[in-house]
């Protein structure tokens, strides 16, 4: 019992700038846009937050506003990049698939190089703690699982209904389902096609690099250049997993960082194993699971990575 407490108390907090950039991008994909360069946002993202913190008070503890106020201007950021993505897709019709990753490029190289002008080298941060739930918390068993974490990561999970309510519910929500299903259908009637998409990528824009944050501020407390570690690919793949679904993708999230905690936990066991075939199971079962999900692209947003043009009848 307590193996597999230990391997669920370590998957939530690790799903959870998947699961937070996940859905950003499943606004973007929703609205028709394929954005390849979510890791690039994330990266940015992660320094933004960490820098307000670290210019206020370096590696020393800061009044816990401080890290709210680098979550903004990370948010901020994202949202200026999705922006920026949707001037080059939306409004220039480029490739989405090659600018996605002139993005990931771009968010990378701009993190890392903005980190060695303004910090220098590797420095930590205190960062946001834990910010356990009174009462919950000392639920045997159910409270170390789901009460003891940061408040992001109940902030992530509160995301999951608020995204269903919003694309489901709302009539924001149904335009942007309609532009990336049939947006000459869309446009007919009135829908700005290209205002809704751009609204769509700096939601998703903002959200990514609200995961990113997450990252440098409340899991490792620093930043570095591989800080991502390739989470924005695996976020883009999650919303394939979970048929541009929010709890789908909820689960995704937690069904592959679970396998994640579940190799970390079997390495710390010392069982003779190479741990290197533990590392890819994760990466591993996300392939399997979009390899028998035969299905997932006729669910998924029909004018996906299609640029819209008003003038052309196709």
Known sequence: MEFIVNI???????????LIASLGEMFNQRAGVFNLG???????????????????????????IYNYIGIAVAMGGGALLGLLFGVVVVSFRAPQGIAGIGMQMFGVG????????????TQSVIGIPKAPIPFLADIPILGELLFQH?????????LVPVAWYVLFKTPWGLRVRAVGTNPRAADSIGIQVNRVRFQALMVGGAMAALAGAYLSLCQVKMFSDDIIAGRGFIA???VYFGHWHPVKIMGGALLFTLAQSLQLAIQGLGIDFPYEFLVMLPYVLVI???SVSRNSQKMGPTALGKPFNREMRT
């Open 110 to 121: 701009l993190a890392g190089t903005l980190f060695r002008h303004f910090v220098g080298g």
């Open 38 to 64: 979510c890791e690039g946002l994330m990266a940015v993202g992660a320094f933004l937050g960490l820098l307000v913190p670290y210019l206020v008070g370096g590696g020393a503890e800061v009044p816990g």
């Open 150 to 158: 940061n408040p992001l990561v109940y902030v992530a999970f509160i």
């Open 236 to 238: 883009v793949a999650l």
């Open 288 to 290: 399997i699971v979009l």
């Open 8 to 18: 669920v108390s370590l998957g939530i907090p690790f799903s959870v700038a998947l």
